[in-house]
């Protein structure tokens, strides 16, 4: 869903971008709360990671292919206000060097991307979670049917767009058919890797899952006929794995991805790129501003070899995306640190 240049007008893009520079001034703030010495370095890996699976298109109906958006996933893991800025680290990154996303789109794409998905996913989430048993299973199915949702609402998102700023001629029932159509199928296979990688993590370090803080249920005990709360344990449940087992993992896990599994990616167009091009929707697409970049089209310039040249594209991307996104959250992190020093309260 990556809208490249030319598929909406300036005034549109203009405003969108408005809107996703105000977004992430408030994730900038929010996730101060959210990360700590903890969660910081997840953050990076999980920027990273979401850039890995998303060179990972699967095959949906009609020789179209659907690839992760991410923010579901971020949101449950890292919080909303973080998962805003991987998925927006991730968009910048791919739009940069990879050529993938319009550059005067990028604030299109953060508000359909990394905005939308986030809200509507972790809004649903945390829904589920309110009704279903206080379990770690309930995690994973309400992560399931939360980035199942987040997809087609991002595809609702951008038809809404187009409809406001488009700049041709087509009709909007036509594209909200097809868009949503398609995406509903995506939405799938965004649900499944989701709901497995948050089960996977909830399984090892549930400590380190944001959406599943608090998820234990406190025991309760019956004194002089009325129910109140056990007292909580004073030792905390050891962990399965420590957190540089579960990073380095985490990150040897995406370069694989990157680097090997994504030359047997699905070579179909996306669900955007085919409703555009059945549609006409492209019409007025422009080329992208780094078409000459050394790794345009997720490919390393003047290496001939297309599983090497892809290959080590993604390695350098994934490398890229986790030092980038690292930067930003440890300064938040050391800037949350700042907030609270003897120092800033009197102390």
Same mark, same amino acid.
């Given at each position: 869903?990556?809208?490249?240049?030319?598929?909406?007008?300036?005034?549109?893009?203009?405003?969108?971008?408005?809107?996703?520079?105000?977004?992430?001034?408030?994730?900038?703030?929010?996730?101060?709360?959210?990360?700590?010495?903890?969660?910081?370095?997840?953050?990076?890996?999980?920027?990273?990671?979401?850039?890995?699976?998303?060179?990972?298109?699967?095959?949906?109906?009609?020789?179209?292919?659907?690839?992760?958006?991410?923010?579901?996933?971020?949101?449950?893991?890292?919080?909303?206000?973080?998962?805003?800025?991987?998925?927006?680290?991730?968009?910048?990154?791919?739009?940069?060097?990879?050529?993938?996303?319009?550059?005067?789109?990028?604030?299109?794409?953060?508000?359909?991307?990394?905005?939308?998905?986030?809200?509507?996913?972790?809004?649903?989430?945390?829904?589920?979670?309110?009704?279903?048993?206080?379990?770690?299973?309930?995690?994973?199915?309400?992560?399931?049917?939360?980035?199942?949702?987040?997809?087609?609402?991002?595809?609702?998102?951008?038809?809404?767009?187009?409809?406001?700023?488009?700049?041709?001629?087509?009709?909007?029932?036509?594209?909200?058919?097809?868009?949503?159509?398609?995406?509903?199928?995506?939405?799938?296979?965004?649900?499944?890797?989701?709901?497995?990688?948050?089960?996977?993590?909830?399984?090892?370090?549930?400590?380190?899952?944001?959406?599943?803080?608090?998820?234990?249920?406190?025991?309760?005990?019956? *004194?002089? +006929?009325?129910? @109140?709360?056990?007292? %909580?344990?004073? /030792?905390?449940?050891? &962990?399965?794995?420590? #957190? !540089?087992?579960?990073?380095?993992?985490?990150?040897?896990?995406?370069?694989?991805?990157?680097?090997?599994?994504?030359?047997?990616?699905?070579?179909?167009?996306?669900?955007?790129?085919?409703?555009?091009?059945?549609?006409?929707?492209?019409?007025?697409?422009?080329?992208?501003?780094?078409?000459?970049?050394?790794?345009?089209?997720?490919?390393?310039?003047?290496?001939?070899?297309?599983?090497?040249?892809?290959?080590?594209?993604? *390695?350098? +991307?994934?490398? @890229?995306?986790?030092? %980038?996104?690292? /930067?930003?959250?440890? &300064?938040?992190?050391? #800037? !949350?640190?700042?907030?609270?020093?003897?120092?800033?309260?009197?102390?």
């Amino acid at each position: 869903m990556h809208v490249p240049d030319g598929f909406i007008d300036a005034p549109t893009s203009a405003v969108t971008g408005v809107v996703a520079a105000g977004a992430l001034a408030v994730s900038l703030r929010g996730a101060r709360r959210e990360l700590d010495e903890r969660t910081a370095p997840l953050a990076g890996l999980v920027a990273a990671f979401i850039f890995a699976v998303q060179m990972l298109n699967f095959p949906v109906a009609a020789g179209t292919s659907g690839h992760l958006l991410g923010g579901a996933l971020a949101a449950i893991l890292v919080g909303p206000y973080t998962a805003v800025l991987c998925v927006s680290v991730v968009l910048l990154m791919q739009g940069v060097l990879f050529a993938d996303g319009g550059l005067t789109a990028l604030g299109v794409n953060i508000t359909d991307m990394a905005i939308v998905t986030t809200v509507v996913s972790y809004a649903v989430f945390r829904g589920l979670l309110a009704v279903l048993p206080r379990k770690r299973r309930s995690v994973t199915v309400a992560s399931f049917v939360a980035a199942l949702v987040s997809v087609p609402a991002a595809a609702v998102a951008f038809t809404l767009i187009y409809a406001v700023g488009g700049t041709t001629d087509v009709s909007i029932g036509k594209v909200a058919t097809a868009m949503i159509g398609v995406h509903v199928l995506i939405g799938i296979g965004e649900a499944v890797i989701t709901a497995l990688t948050v089960g996977a993590v909830v399984a090892v370090r549930p400590d380190l899952v944001y959406g599943a803080r608090g998820l234990r249920q406190r025991l309760r005990l019956r *004194v002089n +006929g009325e129910l @109140v709360d056990a007292p %909580a344990p004073t /030792a905390p449940v050891a &962990a399965r794995t420590s #957190r !540089r087992t579960l990073w380095i993992t985490g990150l040897v896990t995406s370069l694989v991805l990157a680097g090997f599994v994504s030359f047997y990616a699905s070579a179909n167009p996306d669900g955007l790129e085919k409703v555009a091009h059945d549609k006409g929707i492209d019409k007025k697409a422009k080329q992208h501003t780094t078409a000459d970049s050394p790794l345009a089209d997720y490919g390393v310039k003047d290496i001939s070899d297309a599983r090497l040249s892809g290959g080590l594209a993604g *390695v350098i +991307g994934v490398g @890229v995306t986790v030092v %980038a996104g690292s /930067a930003v959250f440890w &300064a938040l992190r050391r #800037r !949350r640190a700042d907030d609270v020093s003897p120092a800033s309260t009197g102390v």
